[in-house]
């Protein structure tokens, strides 16, 4: 059973978000402010973290750079409805996904359970290889000339993702669908955005003139093998 953290200050959304996650199989924790959050993902990492931005002591974005100090937990983001700004501060921070307030919790289940999915190993040994860019697709690692470069769950999933389909152009769209199981509807085309930087950054010698992830202008993104 996957065990789900729940962070936030209001009881109302604990008590609902927790009756429905119990209710589609997921063993859930909840804490009520940022210390209360760190102490847990502390004392017992849970497989998901969902963690209000807006919190007592330590908000979320707090709580959310001292967990990738240390690991890759999955990430999804709470955040107000309007708040871009936020919700793109939480994806550079390394968030996985968000949900805007207010949600229905069945939205959110469907989040937490495509995040894990994503962020399991898949039962195949094959690997990725593109000169000195390696992706291991069972171990969800990366290599650039040898060294690990640490990923988080959906960064992972973006980069494979445009790998298995080298020089295959993709809308923000169209990712948001293949990667995000979402849509622009529902989910800021500017979430690939943010990604797509952020792989630049820990991937590229220069992200400024990318060699694996190449943006074509007025269309969206390929993998350049």
Known sequence: MDRVLVVDDEPMVREVVTEYLEREGFAVETAQDGVAALTALTN????????DVMLPHRDGFSVLQEVRRTSTIPVILLT???????RVVGLELGADDYVVKPFSPREL?????????????????????????VIDRRSREVRVDGRVVELTPKEFD?????ASH????FS???????????SADWQDPATVTVHVGRLRT??????????????????GYRFEP
Do not use: C, Y
Request: no cysteine; charged share 30%; hydrophobic share 40%.
């Open 158 to 162: 973006l980069l494979e993702f445009l």
């Open 80 to 86: 107000a409805r309007g708040d871009e700004a936020d």
């Open 166 to 169: 080298d020089r295959q152009v």
């Open 172 to 182: 923000r769209g169209q990712l948001l669908q293949q990667v995000w199981e979402s």
């Open 44 to 51: 017992r990492p849970p497989d998901l973290l969902v963690l």
């Open 202 to 219: 820990k991937l590229e010698a220069d992200p400024s003139s990318p060699r694996w992830i190449v943006t074509v202008w007025g269309v």
């Open 109 to 133: 289940a469907a989040r937490v359970r495509s995040v894990l999915r994503r962020s399991r190993p898949v039962p195949v040994n094959e690997t990725l290889s593109f000169d000195d860019l």
